[in-house]
């Protein structure tokens, strides 16, 4: 498939209770069937969709994941999507035989594998920049605390030269 086609899918693939989802909605696009057509499906199939394969979402969930993907709301939902990880996804194909579902589930599948590969290869580089992120952190804490001891000493110093002097005066002052 064309790279054109993994970047639609990589949109499509967000993550939720920390793992790699796609919404039912955006599976049934790329296979190009109704929605009401594969809840169907998996209604028939509820023994092979363990929590771990698909879960619906909660309500705050959605409106959060929504809020996130800019989807409209015209015309609304009477059901919260159904989220698949990459084991549900999987399943999936021995329930859409068409051709469309068959080659998209194999590209679905090739994508969640590639940012998998991808989190993995990446991950030491992100372990370097939250290391970096604490280390300079302390120090830029330490320059803070100072610049703020040096302002509030400057501001007490003002206002010790503007206040008018309360008592006798000395000769010497």
């Known amino acids: 498939m064309s790279k054109q086609l ?19 909605f955006d599976i049934a696009e790329l296979y ?60 999936l194909s021995g329930l859409l035989r068409s051709e469309i579902a068959v080659r998209m589930n194999i590209e679905i599948v ?18 370097k920049i939250l290391e970096m992120d604490q280390h300079y952190d302390r120090k830029f804490n330490g320059i803070e605390q100072a610049l703020d001891f040096l302002i509030q000493e400057k501001s007490k110093n003002e206002v010790l030269k503007t206040r008018k002097r309360i008592g006798f005066k000395n000769a010497k002052n």
Do not use: C
């Not at 993994?6 to 796609?22: N, P, T």
């Not at 109704?34 to 998996?42: A, G, M």
């Not at 994508?111 to 992100?126: Q, S, Y």
């Open 32 to 91: 190009d069937v109704p929605t009401k057509v594969l809840k169907q499906s998996i209604r028939r199939n509820k023994d092979r969709f363990p929590e771990d394969f698909m879960f619906e979402l909660k309500e705050n969930e959605w409106l959060n994941l929504r809020s996130q993907i800019v989807t409209s709301s015209w015309g609304g939902k009477r059901y919260r999507p159904v989220a698949f990880t990459e084991y549900g996804v999987a399943m």
């Open 110 to 127: 090739r994508t969640f594998i590639f940012l998998r590969k991808l989190a993995r290869e990446h991950g030491d580089l992100r372990d």
């Open 6 to 24: 993994d970047s639609v899918i990589q949109r499509k693939i967000h993550e939720l209770r920390g793992v790699k989802i796609i919404l039912d």
